[in-house]
């Protein structure tokens, strides 16, 4: 009985045009602003933060109106491209994260252009130590680590080994 009572309550309320349900976050104004700003390159996030709703919702209205979507003339241009690969870049570069044992040994020992490679590097500050982050080519990061082979010997402390030893996986699992 309740239910029944509960299903003619509702069916009456949307007879008479009562919205029901949860308030939607954006209204149709916002929305449209949101794809148009989507459009010309602003941040799904810096969008969130703008209208004081989750990354999430953004995302969920973007999907709703198709603005995530390619558009289609790239689709064409993709289907166009068929089975041809496009080349990579020679050299492309690979983002690491350099223990900062090894930045230190690197900027004593290693040669120039590990050094300016360390200049142009961002310190990342974990706990007691710290990390440089590193955007170069793959060889240059295999570089590094040969020239830290030193950290590598029993006469190193055991950190410095394993800073090394993670540099070393790190390298690995970016090839």
């Not at 010309?40 to 995530?68: N, Q």
Request: positive net charge; charged residues 25%; proline residues 6%.
């Amino acid at each position: 009985m309740i239910s029944e009572n509960s299903k003619e309550g509702v069916a009456a309320a949307e007879a008479a045009g009562k919205t029901l349900g949860r308030p939607a976050a954006l209204d149709e104004k916002a929305v449209a602003e949101v794809v148009e700003a989507y459009g010309e390159g602003t941040a799904v996030k810096a969008l969130a933060r703008r209208y004081g709703v989750a990354p999430r919702t953004i995302r969920r209205v973007l999907d709703a109106t198709s603005a995530r979507e390619l558009p289609k003339q790239l689709d064409a241009a993709l289907a166009d491209l068929g089975d041809q690969q496009p080349t990579p870049a020679p050299n492309p570069a690979v983002v690491l994260d350099l223990p900062g044992l090894l930045a230190d040994h690197l900027r004593a020992a290693g040669d120039e252009t590990a050094r300016q490679a360390l200049a142009t590097g961002r310190t990342i500050r974990r706990g007691q130590g710290h990390s440089i982050r590193l955007a170069a080519p793959l060889e240059l990061h295999r570089a590094a680590l040969q020239q830290s082979t030193a950290l590598a010997a029993d006469r190193a402390s055991p950190a410095e080994r394993k800073a090394r030893r993670v540099y070393a996986t790190r390298i690995t699992a970016a090839e």
